[in-house]
């Protein structure tokens, strides 16, 4: 076998080898996403977002004293 045959089946094999952790890994984050999602990012919904729009409106904006 030749130097050059031996690079080029290690090199399909490195390849190969890349391409299935590159799927496995894109799976993974996929699914962490999926499920992330399926749990709103962890966001609080039963409380509300506590925001009380009284507190910060402008009072005495353009009176004349």
């Known amino acids: 076998m030749t130097?050059?045959?031996s690079a080029e089946i290690e090199a399909k094999k490195t390849f190969e080898g890349f391409i299935k952790w590159s799927k496995v890994t894109f799976y993974w984050i996929m699914?962490?996403?999926l499920?992330?999602?399926a749990c709103d990012f962890g966001t609080d919904k039963k409380t509300g977002s506590q925001y009380n729009g009284e507190v910060y409106a402008p009072?005495?904006?353009g009176v004349n004293k």
């Open 31 to 33: 699914a962490i996403l």
């Open 59 to 61: 009072m005495n904006m």
């Open 3 to 5: 130097p050059s045959e």
């Open 35 to 37: 499920i992330l999602a």
